[in-house]
């Protein structure tokens, strides 16, 4: 039975601070004045607007300050006790604004010993968990980079009392977190736009961070994660497309490395004579993918150059490459993928630019619209500039429209929070933050524009988030994309990828990984055994394999792991539980066990891993969720009863996989 997540004092919370807007949770500085909350003798109510879908409810604020329209966006989610709050700031007058500082989410939760639980980001830390008592110690994060979920992960359980909040922060660009305990009493302020100081210009609008804070009832660590994963995937996973079906589990697969021309990353190897017999043999085999995965290496260099190699160096054009794809050979290329079954997506980088005059000299580009500190290697398009945003937009928009892509695939490959911090300066004092802000809000609408324009000839609701692999999945990023790749990283040691299936699977459901284990990222070669395939069942699955040039291949274990994938694929999204300790990527000498189960049907799938250093052949697990359970065995289909919630694994050899078909059948356990 599916759980009710319901909290009344959550709804009463969220219809008391429409009522009293003095006690919505946030708080700026305006001329050297703090406002928190809105209060009316201060804030000049001008309108507001409630909707209500279902269980989902919008109440808009707008209020005068001065010179500024203020705008309080609050979405409240009766069937989980979820509360979020945008703020818009715009200057309605012909004068510039008073400086705007802090803007500040703040929120007080009462209860006793309050922890602190949480994932840290992908660059540097792999997604490591962490546990903090704030009764010892308050806890800050700061992510300051522009890539928001690189080093730290805005993303926070923080439990206390009986029960706890799951708290977020959805922005693309710079924020902070800070937890402090007062006896029973915990302080959380969240940020963004770290140290923003600006005026607003007539016209100008800015806007904070999507803030959350989804409050539960039951203080248990398998709970919290199943009611956010329950939430997340009700009301934040984006649509399969204009209709509005749901997001399902997809494969993808490159063909770069099936080329027979050298690779040095992406599809730069790729031409308009070697994808068909590619995707002729991988239908011929009875192995196909929902996506061909079309990567970056495709367009021609600002100097009309054709890149071999250097495709890092060469971005900004969004042309096809007429040497690699003359006329419509790519257009022929998605067409035959779309007549047999299968979708394109194609790989774009819209922050960053390479060689800006000759992008002035040969694509009708500004030299203005380049952040180009001098000397910097890091060029940032500025697609916070409408005339910008306009440009890059379109010509993407063009070359997906032309060839009927489905799906936009972004990637972002610097840290752009020092550029926009060189652009402020620029504009003079008392500009602080405005760049990162239009940035921001010029990248959801581009995500926005590029959904619209995928879907009008039938392609996908939903991008692929890419920023040097985890970089980008805030939470509002999330609501329009998913993490195709969880990580770079994740396509090397399996020890690796069970780890971060045991952290970051808590937090973003949908997600992928590769189907090899190899020595390195970008290795041709690697490792497709039954024990790599399972450990990569994933929502989203990024088959590793050459059709033509390997002559090793084995079709069978392909087969194998699409097969049982796609039997995998309906408890992927449903409640999940870790049964084992997590380990880093270099701890190869234990197990690993996790299950997948629908609440439901009463159904799902456990996985159990023993590495390759693992000496012992027995893991005894408990099961938290049910007492009595019949497990089925996939490989032998062996049945274990299990009556008092706990029971024994055993492994043949190291480096072997288990997979069990959950059932709660209470008739046939007496």
């Given at each position: 039975?599916?759980?009710?997540?319901?909290?009344?004092?959550?709804?009463?919370?969220?219809?008391?601070?429409?009522?009293?807007?003095?006690?919505?949770?946030?708080?700026?500085?305006?001329?050297?004045?703090?406002?928190?909350?809105?209060?009316?003798?201060?804030?000049?109510?001008?309108?507001?607007?409630?909707?209500?879908?279902?269980?989902?409810?919008?109440?808009?604020?707008?209020?005068?300050?001065?010179?500024?329209?203020?705008?309080?966006?609050?979405?409240?989610?009766?069937?989980?006790?979820?509360?979020?709050?945008?703020?818009?700031?715009?200057?309605?007058?012909?004068?510039?604004?008073?400086?705007?500082?802090?803007?500040?989410?703040?929120?007080?939760?009462?209860?006793?010993?309050?922890?602190?639980?949480?994932?840290?980001?992908?660059?540097?830390?792999?997604?490591?968990?962490?546990?903090?008592?704030?009764?010892?110690?308050?806890?800050?994060?700061?992510?300051?980079?522009?890539?928001?979920?690189?080093?730290?992960?805005?993303?926070?359980?923080?439990?206390?009392?009986?029960?706890?909040?799951?708290?977020?922060?959805?922005?693309?660009?710079?924020?902070?977190?800070?937890?402090?305990?007062?006896?029973?009493?915990?302080?959380?302020?969240?940020?963004?736009?770290?140290?923003?100081?600006?005026?607003?210009?007539?016209?100008?609008?800015?806007?904070?961070?999507?803030?959350?804070?989804?409050?539960?009832?039951?203080?248990?660590?398998?709970?919290?994660?199943?009611?956010?994963?329950?939430?997340?995937?009700?009301?934040?996973?984006?649509?399969?497309?204009?209709?509005?079906?749901?997001?399902?589990?997809?494969?993808?697969?490159n063909l770069a490395s099936d080329t027979?021309?050298?690779?040095?990353?992406?599809?730069?190897?790729?031409?308009?004579?070697?994808?068909?017999?590619?995707?002729?043999?991988?239908?011929?085999?009875?192995?196909?993918?929902?996506?061909?995965?079309?990567?970056?290496?495709?367009?021609?260099?600002?100097?009309?150059?054709?890149?071999?190699?250097?495709?890092?160096?060469?971005?900004?054009?969004?042309?096809?490459?007429?040497?690699?794809?003359?006329?419509?050979?790519?257009?022929?290329?998605?067409?035959?993928?779309?007549?047999?079954?299968?979708?394109t997506l194609m790989w774009f980088e819209?922050?960053?630019?390479?060689?800006?005059?000759?992008?002035?000299?040969?694509?009708?580009?500004?030299?203005?619209?380049?952040?180009?500190?001098?000397?910097?290697?890091?060029?940032?398009?500025?697609?916070?500039?409408?005339?910008?945003?306009?440009?890059?937009?379109?010509?993407?928009?063009?070359?997906?429209?032309?060839?009927?892509?489905?799906?936009?695939?972004?990637?972002?490959?610097?840290?752009?929070?020092?550029?926009?911090?060189?652009?402020?300066?620029?504009?003079?004092?008392?500009?602080?933050?405005?760049?990162?802000?239009?940035?921001?809000?010029?990248?959801?609408?581009?995500?926005?524009?590029?959904?619209?324009?995928?879907?009008?000839?039938?392609?996908?609701?939903?991008?692929?988030?890419?920023?040097?692999?985890?970089?980008?999945?805030?939470?509002?990023?999330?609501?329009?994309?998913?993490?195709?790749?969880?990580?770079?990283?994740?396509?090397?040691?399996?020890?690796?990828?069970?780890s971060m299936t045991t952290s970051f699977?808590?937090?973003?459901?949908?997600?992928?990984?590769?189907?090899?284990?190899?020595?390195?990222?970008?290795?041709?070669?690697?490792?497709?055994?039954?024990?790599?395939?399972?450990?990569?069942?994933?929502?989203?699955?990024?088959?590793?394999?050459?059709?033509?040039?390997?002559?090793?291949?084995?079709?069978?274990?392909?087969?194998?792991?699409?097969?049982?994938?796609?039997?995998?694929?309906?408890?992927?999204?449903?409640?999940?539980?870790?049964?084992?300790?997590?380990?880093?990527?270099?701890?190869?000498?234990?197990?690993?066990?996790?299950?997948?189960?629908?609440?439901?049907?009463?159904?799902?799938?456990?996985?159990?891993?023993?590495?390759?250093?693992?000496?012992?052949?027995?893991?005894?697990?408990?099961?938290?969720?049910?007492?009595?359970?019949?497990?089925?065995?996939?490989?032998?289909?062996?049945?274990?009863?299990?009556?008092?919630?706990?029971?024994?694994?055993?492994?043949?050899?190291?480096?072997?996989?288990?997979?069990?078909?959950?059932?709660?059948?209470?008739?046939?356990?007496?």
């Open positions: 039975m599916k759980r009710n997540y319901q909290n009344l004092k959550a709804d009463a919370l969220y219809a008391d601070m429409i009522v009293n807007t003095e006690k919505i949770p946030f708080s700026f500085i305006y001329d050297h004045i703090k406002y928190t909350g809105f209060p009316t003798d201060i804030f000049t109510p001008v309108s507001q607007n409630t909707a209500r879908i279902g269980d989902k409810e919008t109440t808009t604020l707008v209020f005068a300050l001065d010179v500024l329209s203020v705008t309080a966006v609050i979405t409240h989610y009766f069937s989980h006790g979820a509360t979020e709050l945008t703020v818009w700031f715009e200057n309605v007058s012909k004068e510039n604004s008073r400086v705007i500082e802090e803007l500040c989410f703040e929120s007080r939760f009462h209860g006793e010993k309050p922890v602190l639980r949480g994932i840290l980001g992908d660059i540097g830390n792999q997604y490591k968990p962490y546990v903090r008592d704030l009764s010892v110690e308050n806890v800050n994060f700061v992510s300051d980079s522009g890539r928001p979920t690189h080093g730290n992960f805005p993303y926070f359980n923080l439990e206390y009392g009986n029960g706890g909040t799951m708290l977020a922060i959805g922005w693309a660009g710079t924020w902070t977190a800070d937890f402090s305990a007062y006896g029973e009493e915990t302080v959380y302020t969240a940020k963004c736009i770290n140290g923003i100081q600006t005026y607003l210009k007539s016209a100008e609008k800015i806007r904070t961070a999507l803030f959350v804070m989804a409050s539960y009832t039951v203080r248990d660590e398998y709970y919290a994660t199943n009611y956010w994963r329950d939430w997340f995937i009700a009301y934040n996973l984006p649509k399969a497309d204009a209709k509005g079906n749901p997001l399902l589990p997809f494969s993808t697969c027979g021309i050298p690779n040095s990353d992406g599809s730069i190897s790729e031409r308009h004579f070697t994808w068909r017999r590619s995707l002729e043999k991988m239908i011929a085999e009875d192995c196909k993918v929902d996506f061909r995965w079309f990567d970056a290496g495709w367009y021609i260099a600002p100097d009309l150059s054709s890149p071999l190699e250097a495709w890092w160096s060469t971005v900004g054009t969004w042309v096809l490459d007429p040497m690699k794809w003359p006329d419509k050979t790519f257009l022929e290329s998605t067409d035959f993928a779309r007549a047999n079954g299968m979708k819209p922050e960053r630019i390479t060689d800006p005059d000759n992008m002035v000299k040969n694509f009708g580009y500004k030299k203005e619209w380049a952040i180009h500190p001098e000397g910097a290697r890091i060029i940032t398009n500025n697609i916070g500039d409408p005339e910008c945003f306009a440009y890059t937009t379109e010509r993407i928009c063009k070359t997906l429209r032309e060839n009927k892509v489905e799906m936009y695939r972004e990637d972002n490959n610097c840290n752009p929070a020092p550029l926009w911090r060189y652009l402020d300066a620029r504009e003079g004092e008392g500009r602080r933050g405005i760049t990162e802000s239009k940035f921001i809000i010029g990248h959801y609408q581009m995500w926005d524009a590029f959904i619209d324009c995928t879907t009008s000839y039938g392609g996908c609701a939903f991008v692929d988030s890419c920023a040097s692999g985890g970089g980008r999945n805030d939470l509002e990023s999330m609501r329009r994309g998913v993490p195709i790749l969880r990580s770079d990283s994740d396509r090397t040691s399996i020890a690796l990828r069970l699977n808590q937090w973003i459901p949908f997600c992928g990984a590769n189907t090899k284990e190899k020595a390195e990222q970008l290795a041709i070669d690697g490792i497709s055994d039954v024990y790599t395939w399972r450990a990569s069942y994933l929502p989203i699955l990024n088959v590793d394999s050459r059709f033509i040039f390997d002559e090793t291949q084995n079709f069978d274990i392909l087969r194998f792991g699409l097969r049982e994938w796609k039997k995998v694929n309906p408890y992927l999204l449903k409640d999940f539980y870790v049964l084992t300790p997590w380990h880093t990527e270099k701890e190869n000498d234990g197990f690993t066990a996790y299950t997948f189960v629908d609440p439901e049907t009463q159904k799902g799938v456990l996985l159990a891993f023993r590495q390759e250093r693992t000496e012992a052949d027995r893991l005894t697990l408990s099961i938290p969720f049910a007492k009595s359970l019949i497990l089925t065995d996939e490989d032998t289909g062996e049945k274990i009863i299990i009556k008092d919630g706990e029971f024994s694994v055993v492994f043949n050899t190291p480096r072997e996989a288990k997979l069990f078909w959950i059932a709660y059948d209470e008739t046939m356990i007496s």
